[in-house]
């Protein structure tokens, strides 16, 4: 995790503004390094912290690829996530922001071109006007999806007050193509994920309704944190949030790209709702590994939903599916259906005060163990009688896992090989707010 965006030179600290503190590159050359703001007393910062490097700079350009090439090639390091990343692509010389993704020799393009097997992953937002650059960096960068993020915290925790159509589902769970596809990137550009380390954990995403910083130690108290969390207690039912937290990690773990999960999160490890702990050094932040035995059953799903994804190549395309059959077996290799069965068409994927979304991937296609995955995702409350398409000759739908509560004896997942047939293969009752999985198998 780099932090390349700036350092901690700060400006004048004295009412005169004569005075100046001298912590980095400063002294050494001032505007080769830092970009400098409009009246050139003070630095531009379009991240919040400190002086924006002088991205326009040779100087500044070849501290930081020569870093990612001895770090990259001298120490072995696969790939780097870049901190407030379009910082590193200002094309303003002074005293402005504006985001240079072309220039052959800017930052960007020559890490792609210099370093071209290792992962070079933008956070791909600043703090100052202009820099939420989501989508637009070159080939040869993946980026953070706060838009996947967005999506799935709103449909889960805000589907009576936030606007999300299936459409829009349809494009994150099939790897962001309105995002990334459209300049020829492949779903992994996407990384997607539903928290990180800065913010609420994953757990707490469910639990909480809002951030509580000021709380006292070991959970507090720290400063900032977004007020945006997009978070809902599921009423404070304890069940709920169980279900709900599982819901969010087969989201994940269902969608093309590549998902990210934060380190704890695999156990809904809690932070006590703070969503920027980044000052606390105490036990109520550190990894608490007792939570295996207190929720070893939701351990048990994610692994189990990792390793099915892992088995499952075709959760994992190269390339984004096209709506057509590509092999002759019948299949598009990809389709979205309505609940009444009815493949979903433009009119549905556009209609916000719908909540129910399905895909069919052709698993032949992708060279899958399974002839076809079925997923499901019912974001009414309420349960609804699902229409499943018709199987092959000698194929019948198993059930792999639903997410909701009325299966937790079961840990919401069958093992491969032990997936029940389902008894009525034309239709599924799904419950509200939860995910299904099923695979088309002899």
């Not at 409009?38 to 991240?47: I, L, M, R, V």
């Amino acid at each position: 995790d780099v932090v390349f965006n700036h350092t901690a030179e700060g400006d004048a600290w004295n009412q005169a503004g004569d005075v100046a503190p001298f912590f980095s590159w400063r002294g050494l050359d001032n505007t080769g390094y830092y970009q400098l703001g409009q009246d050139a007393a003070h630095y531009q910062n379009d991240n919040g912290v400190g002086p924006n490097l002088a991205s326009t700079q040779p100087i500044a350009r070849d501290i930081v690829i020569d870093a990612l090439r001895y770090w990259h090639e001298e120490l072995g390091v696969d790939g780097f996530r870049f901190d407030l990343a379009p910082i590193l692509a200002n094309g303003c010389e002074q005293g402005c922001f504006a985001f240079d993704a072309n220039d052959p020799d800017g930052i960007l393009r020559r890490a792609a071109a210099e370093l071209p097997d290792a992962w070079l992953i933008a956070e791909p937002w600043g703090t100052g006007p202009g820099t939420y650059q989501i989508g637009h960096f070159p080939p040869g960068w993946a980026e953070w999806n706060g838009a996947y993020r967005d999506t799935i915290r709103d449909d889960q925790n805000r589907s009576t007050t936030a606007a999300v159509t299936p459409g829009w589902l349809a494009d994150r769970l099939s790897g962001s193509w309105s995002l990334f596809g459209d300049d020829g990137r492949p779903p992994a550009a996407s990384i997607n994920f539903v928290v990180a380390h800065d913010g609420l954990t994953h757990g707490d995403l469910y639990r909480c309704n809002g951030k509580n910083n000021g709380q006292p130690w070991p959970y507090g108290p720290s400063d900032g944190g977004t007020d945006d969390d997009r978070a809902w207690d599921q009423g404070g039912d304890p069940v709920a949030q169980r279900q709900a937290a599982r819901t969010g990690m087969a989201l994940l773990l269902v969608s093309a790209g590549v998902p990210m999960i934060t380190g704890g999160d695999e156990m809904r490890r809690t932070q006590q709702c703070n969503n920027n702990a980044y000052n606390l050094d105490s036990p109520g932040i550190w990894l608490d590994w007792s939570l295996l035995a207190s929720e070893e059953r939701f351990h048990a799903f994610a692994r189990s939903m990792l390793r099915f994804r892992r088995d499952h190549p075709a959760l994992r395309p190269a390339a984004y599916r096209p709506f057509v059959d590509g092999n002759g077996n019948g299949l598009p290799a990809v389709a979205f259906f309505r609940d009444d069965g009815a493949v979903a068409d433009a009119p549905y994927l556009d209609d916000a005060s719908r909540h129910f979304l399905a895909l069919r991937i052709d698993g032949e296609e992708a060279g899958d163990p399974a002839r076809s995955l079925f997923i499901a995702y019912n974001g009414w409350d309420q349960g609804i009688v699902v229409t499943l398409p018709a199987t092959a000759t000698g194929q019948t739908w198993h059930l792999v896992s639903d997410t909701h509560a009325w299966l937790e004896g079961e840990g919401n997942f069958y093992a491969p090989g032990q997936e029940p047939v389902l008894p009525q293969q034309d239709e599924y009752l799904l419950g509200g707010r939860a995910l299904l999985i099923l695979v088309e198998s002899p």
